[in-house]
């Protein structure tokens, strides 16, 4: 049996919720605010960040990128055509390059600010750093978003997918940073065509449905959040 500890709105877990869900595995999620610094979940991982995977009473798989590569280990030989890891050794580091983006670089200027500043600061007691957002800096990850935005619609528009040919784990990583935003109506879409096309396409996955349901108490999701055809 497979527990991930996450935040509904942690991009990094929604990231591996996309790819528990793609490849039919059974998960039972465990809610993990980590600002509270729970001690049970700082026993698992003592950096205290999110996702956290353990499978039955195996040892925990800490961050995003080790899950990604647990999973595709235990499990991606496994689904064939399906799995979402290159074969080729030139398109594995692309899609490891692309995730990197998506997990450090895009959450670092973007997402995590939108995140941290919309959401769980709304959740956070004010000794723990919560309560009204800063606007200095929704107005820098406003800006940065424009950037990225650019260099995905540049890929999105000479491959199939972001990384090459075929559906990886890049897609997933860009996608569950973007829909964080998305939810928050932060994304300019009409921006970057090539970039909505994509992401409809990844929306319209059945493994997206269950982010697409997910809700924030008292901030209900943007108008074109759960639209297909946005």
Known sequence: MLTLYRHPFSPQSRFVQLVLAEYGAKVEFVTERPWERRREFLMLNPAGSLPVLRENDGPPVCGAFAIMEYLDETRGYAVGDRRLMPDHPDARAETRRLVDWAVN????????????????????????????????????????????????????????????????????????????ADYLGEVPWAEEENVKAWYARMKSRPSFRPLLAEKMLGMPPAPVYADLDF
């Open 105 to 180: 670089k895009l959450d670092n200027e973007v997402i995590g600010p939108f995140v941290r500043e919309r959401i769980y600061k709304q959740d956070m007691p004010s000794s723990q750093g919560g309560g009204s957002p800063d606007s200095a800096i929704l107005r820098a990850a406003r800006s940065n978003i424009g950037h990225h935005l650019r260099y995905f619609g540049y890929l999105a528009a000479s491959r199939n997918w972001l990384a090459g040919e075929r559906l990886t784990f890049a897609d997933f990583a860009v996608a569950a940073e973007l829909s964080c």
